[in-house]
Each structure stands twice: as C-alpha cells, then as structure tokens.
C-alpha cells in the first residue's frame, strides 16, 4: 500500500500496481498480492487515519470499488470531522453507481473542507450526481437502501444556505427525466405529491397540487419558502400555512389554460422576492399551467436567476417547451398554453425587458380635505379606479380597529342589490365603509339615500392617481390581473350630500387619515404574570392560580431574570419600538440599556421581518422577551444574547401565538429564545417543584424559576410561573446596588463586536 507509488506510476501512465516484498527466490505473479492476500489477523486491527486514507486510494485506482467503500465508512467513523473520508466515499458511490450516496457524501465534504479546491471539486461531482439522482437528501424509489446505517446520521444533515446559493447560482442544465408517477421521498420515508422537481436547484420547484396539511409541512422542511397555487378550482387551506416559515399565494387559471401576461409578470416578480425563496409553482398535475410557467422561465432567463437588465428571451418558446418536457414528460398540455409561451417571448421582445417599467409613486403630499371632519363621521364613500388603495386602506383601518368598522363591497357579497340593503340598516358598527370604485355623482347621492336613515356625517374619499399608476398596481396585485374601462368620471363634492370630502394623492397621505381615524397605538403591557404554586416567593399583591384543569399542550421554559422588554414597529415603519413593561425606553433612559441601541442595530434586519409581516398594520405584533444585560438577582455568565425572547403578540388578533409558530418566526433569524424545559401534559405539583430546581443553562446554579404556558389551537390560553421560594429573600433589590452586568457567552461575543 502506497498512495506516491501509485499517483507515480499514474502520471508515467503505468496501470496500477500492488507493491509488495518478495521473499522467495521467485516471483509468482499469478499469486493475489493485494490486501485481499492478508492472512486473518494480518490487518491493523485500529488503523489509523492516514492508513484508511492510502487504503481507500489504493483500492480506488484498482476499480476495487465494493471494498473501497467499506474501508471508506470506516475512515468517515475514524475522523467525521474531516472532509477526506466523505470525498473517498463519494469517489467509490459514484464509480459504483451508486448516486445518491455520491452526493450526500459529496455535500458533506464540501462542508467540512477548507481548501477551494476541494470545494470546487465537489460542486463538480454535485453536478455530475444531479443528472442521476434528484438535488438534495431527497429520494426517489430504492435510493434511500444506499445509505450506510452507520453514518446515516452524518449524510443527511440539512445542506447549507452557502451551499444552496452556490448552486442556485450556477446555472445548472438538468439532465435528469422523471416520470410524472415516479415517486419522491424525505429521508425520513415520508412522500412527497406527486411530480416534485427541482427545476433550479434550491431555487424553483415544480409540483402537482398538495393535498393535506402534512405536504406543507413537508415542503416546508424540504426548504420550500413559498408556494403559487394556480388551480383555481383548489386553493389550499391557509390554515396549513399557520404556524410554519411558509407562505401561499393563489392566481387562479382556469384548467387546461394559460395565464394572462399580467398574471405571468405577477409571477415573475414573486422570483425577484428573497422572502419567496425557494418557490414552488404548483397545479393541479404539475404538467399543465404549472408548465406553462416553467417554460415561460426558460424562456426568459434560462436556467438562471432574473436578471434585472436582461432585454430578451434566453430561449425560443419551441426551444423553452422542448427542453422542460425532456425533464417533465407530458409538461404543458394544450395548444393554448403552447401558444402563450411564444406569446409570452414576443412580449419579452416589444418590451426589450422581461418586466415593464413601474409608474413612479407620487411623492409624499398632506391629506387634503373639504368641508369638515370630525369624530361624528360615520359613513365613508371610496371612490377611486382599482389599484388606487381603498383595500389597502379599508384593511389598515379594521386591523388597527375591527369592531368599529363595518365595510360593504360588491367584491365581497356577489350584488349590488345585497349592498343596497346593507347599507340600508344601520350598522352594528361606529363607521361604515362603502367601496364603489368610480360611481357617478348620481350614484353617489342614491347611496347616501339609501343610509339616510341612520347616517349623520357622511364623507368621500376620494383616491386621486393616475390611471396609468392604477392600472400597474392593480396588475401586480393577484386579485386585480386586470382592470376594465370606465367611464367618465365626475369629481366629488360636498353639493352631494358629503360633510366633508377628502382628497387622497399620495401613500403618506393614506397613512395620515388611517392614524386620523384610527386610536392611537399606545403601549401593551406585558400581563402580569400568577404563580402556579406559591413556593415562598409570591408577594402580597402577586396573583396566585391554578391552570391543572386547562386543556390544552404545556409548554415550560426557563424563567430568566432580567429586564421586560417588547419591540414593535412605528406606524411608518422608520424605527424599532421599545417597551420597557409601561414605559418607552432607549439607550439613554437607563444605564442597563446602555446596548440597547447597539442591540437593535444588529438585529434590526430580523426584527424588521418579524414584527413587520403586516403590510397594512406596522405596529400589529409585539415581540417580549428578557433584557438581560444587567445582573438583577443571578449573575449570569453564559448568556447567549443580551435578549432572549418568549413570546409573540398579535395586536389585531388580541392573542399569544404558541411557542411552535414563535420558533418557526425566529429560527432563521439571529434572535434567541428562552430555553424549552418540558413540553407535554401539565405536571403534577411535585414535578413542578423538581423543576424550579433545575440547572440553568446559563450560569453554574439553578433556575430562577419555570414559566408555564398552555396552548391550544396556535395560542397561549393560559400563563403561569413557578418560582423558587428562596429566590428573592435575602437579597435587596438590584437597583439600589452598583449595577453588575451579566456575561456572554463567546460565541456571543464575538457576534456581539
């Protein structure tokens, strides 16, 4: 066994040769003198590294693949940290056929290497296994019997974003074809829909519709980000969607047809979202409309990401269909959807872009009105084209207040003449918002009319923007794909019957007569808190509860010793909000949140993506935690951030989402959370009290205490705490010392600078 010898001999353009000693007088040739010739007990019985390492090369460049394959697994054992026994395997997998062993132990010796050339190598061999084998730690029928037991655990690790990026990037032509019926397979066994493909690895997937809420989870986990539903016949529950890091958008096409061009330039722009990535494009078989889709991507960027300067189609539309059903056999089923990708490139070329150019907004203007406004207002009349912002600003308005507004649209309740009696009575409601689009001045007055029963002040608002502006933002909006002619409009005016008519011609204008007509957004106060079980640390003014005979799941954390804290957004979503229990604080309000400021901009990206999911309500969610950088009754000295969040408010739902959906919000961000102790049925008292007297994970003593959650349905239904009794006593109260600061951990340092 020598690994120079042979690399000689190969650069001499010599076979392979098994060196050995001879020791008789002859050389018998005919005789085995590879390790196959060792007698029993002969081989090291603990090899060393190096030693698998040269072993595993020797067999290779003897094609002794079967057995290279074996020392290969045990060399992965021996040093799992190292890339070399990974690329070995993958070596001996791909000459074996083997592929999707070759690319799982590809994918882990990329990681584990530090070498560019190692890594280059095995984005090379990635490749050549994808046109086999399916991207990923998915599998298809049989696959998942390759798969070594003893190092399963090491080869289906989750990939890495560097490497996704990596590979989405590089412009991959996919050779693999797979039959509509061929099945594919999560590592845990599990199926996923049928037809599921990676058209752009980690990047842009197609597939047929998903049929339970267990395909989005699966999807999900497959890193899946978005899914577009296109079969208007099915949307999907988006009670699937609760709870999980992914999303739903639904435009519907009929069966059997096409998409119009403004739905396909919809479709595209969801491709320029890094929110919406990975995508998946599905229908109803994964062939039809979803097809139709896929080949109009080719067709204008290929296999590549959008570019943002790119003037014409990458592909022909013959050339986009041919190569997309060389990969999904019987993709795109009619010629009408045949047609519309040579549509959809001949619009490509009139545009010299893939996307049209986007109408400025109009800068920001002061909200005009005309007559008087006041609180007694309660009717309001919008008039404005579709795209002008009167759903935006209906919604903005019942979100920040639900149970003061009553909205009547034709959208909505299918006629006219079930407006007309709606509006007829008097709401349950303060206000009444009535959504026409652009009624005359005639039918303005028939509905004013038809409420002047009950009505006192009635206001227009009036949505004054270019039709060329609406037309494009009704055009990207799912629900608007595209938007009739009308007919001549008239200007409204308080001749009409109005108190007041207010004049709308720019988004900050739509923001200020929101925040006008809206209460205020103040502070929510985190609730106190009860005791569970009153171990001695309970006040006189402290609530004391019982929550055993809630139903529901039990979720206990540690109970961490640090400052209250909530983060929302402000209402023009500018800066990063901060509570301190009743009072807004910054970097200056106290010494112990002197880094608060320094916090914020480092978490501000990840803040921003999780308080600000509501494009209509900036300030909806609240995000409490613990400030934990001042030492209070512990010293902490392993904190792994100076926050540690525990819980998520929803401002419009008035509820605590459950710990499951706060992690899911959390995990691909840098925010930390306090630490899951038990999760399950509620203990009994005992197993409580053995709680509170747990270790800490955060400094070398136990737990202040345990906070106690029970959840039902994606919410908190129920709090408590249970805190050691000998917790407070003794000790005076933090503030009236010399402050002392808790320590980080180093890992959380070094992010920290």
Known sequence: MWATGQQLRKR????????????????????????????????????????????????????????????????????????????????????????????????????????????????????????????????????????????????????????????????????????????????????????????????????????????????????????LTLTEEEPLHQSWFSGKAISNTFLPVPNYRPPSIEQMDIIIRLFNDPEKLPLLVHCGGGKGRAGTVAACYLAAYGFSKPRPNQDHPEMTANGAIATLRSLRPGSIETSEQEAFVSKWCSTIWKRRAVLPDLPSEPPPSPLEVEGVLDCDADLFVLVGLPGAGKSWFTQALMKRDPKDWTRISQDDSGSRASCETVIGRKPSTRCMLLDRCNPSAAERRAWLSLASNWIKAPVCVWFDYDRELCVSRAQRRTGHPTLPPGGRFERPSLREGFKAVVIIRSFSACRELVARLSPSIGIFKFPRTPHLINLGAATSDDLVTNTSAIPGHVVISEKVDGANMGFSLSGDRERIVVQNRSHYVNSSTHEQFRKLGHWVDLHREALIRVLGRDEHFPERYVLYGEWMYATHSISYTNLPDRFLAFDLYDRYLELFIDRQSLEVLLGPTSIQVVPLIYEGKMPSEEDLKRLVQGQSRFWDGRVEGVYVKVEKDGRVVSRGKVVRGDFISGNKHWTKGELRMNRLSVDARNRDH
């Open 12 to 227: 001499l353009g010599l076979p392979p040769k098994d060196f050995h000693i001879t020791l008789t007088r002859t050389d018998n040739h005919e005789i085995d003198k590879s390790i196959h010739s060792l007698l029993h007990g002969q081989f090291p019985q603990s090899p060393s590294s190096d030693f698998l390492d040269h072993l595993a090369y020797t067999l290779h460049i003897a094609a002794d693949h079967q057995t290279e394959r074996q020392y290969c697994i045990q060399l992965i054992q021996t040093i799992p940290d190292s890339h070399r026994g990974f690329l070995r395997l993958g070596d001996a997998s791909l000459s074996l056929g083997l592929h999707k062993l070759a690319m799982l132990s590809y994918n882990s010796a990329y990681h584990l290497a530090t070498g560019q050339n190692v890594k280059d190598y095995c984005t090379k061999k990635l490749i050549q296994c994808s046109h086999y084998t399916e991207w990923g730690t998915l599998f298809m029928e049989l696959e998942r019997e390759q798969i070594p037991d003893k190092i399963a655990d090491l080869l289906l690790k989750p990939w890495s974003g560097e490497l996704h990026e990596l590979l989405s990037e590089a412009n991959i032509t996919p050779a693999l074809s797979v039959a509509s019926r061929q099945p594919m397979f999560v590592s845990s066994g599990q199926r996923l829909p049928r037809f599921f493909r990676w058209l752009i690895p980690f990047y842009f997937a197609i597939m047929s519709t998903p049929r339970t809420e267990q395909d989005i989870t699966l999807l999900s986990a497959v890193g899946i980000k978005h899914i």
